[in-house]
């Protein structure tokens, strides 16, 4: 059998950081967990995206973090899952991307019944646009529904729908 990956997780404050071995801890993105399980709402995404040459991803590594991170979407935690799909995403996965994307996607929520949290438009997008970039294959029908679903929300007349759409790219 082969061994199998431990991704330390580190508390700082109130907020929970998962830490690669030998990695030191960082503060956390404004979209790591917050007391509550929420993550502040943020005018601008706080993706980052990978340098130019991305390494690549150990697909064994990889293909845990995302099972993981599934495993605790399915159960509703959407804040822990977003801590294995980040480590993906930055491990340079197109996959772990696109399911960063969409722990902050509403339709991903509406679908799951996810409670308790707020999705994040900007952030779902700007997560399938590095998703999109990196070959993700489902990033581009992602970014198609949700602007559906923000054309028909400015269509209701949320102006926050209309300006995400003015700077979708």
Known sequence: TGA????????SGDAVLAQAPGEAASEPAPAEVHPGGTAPAADAPSVE????SVPAPDPAAVAALLERGNAMLDRGDVASARLFFRRAAEAGSPEGALLMGASFDPLTFRRLGIRGIRPDVAEAIAWYQVALERGGTDADSRLASIRRW????????DPQARQLLDSFR
Request: proline residues 10%; glycine residues 10%.
């Open 4 to 11: 199998a990956t431990i991704i330390p997780v580190t508390f």
């Open 49 to 52: 995206p990978a340098a130019t």
């Open 150 to 157: 923000l054309e028909g929300r400015a269509r209701d007349g």
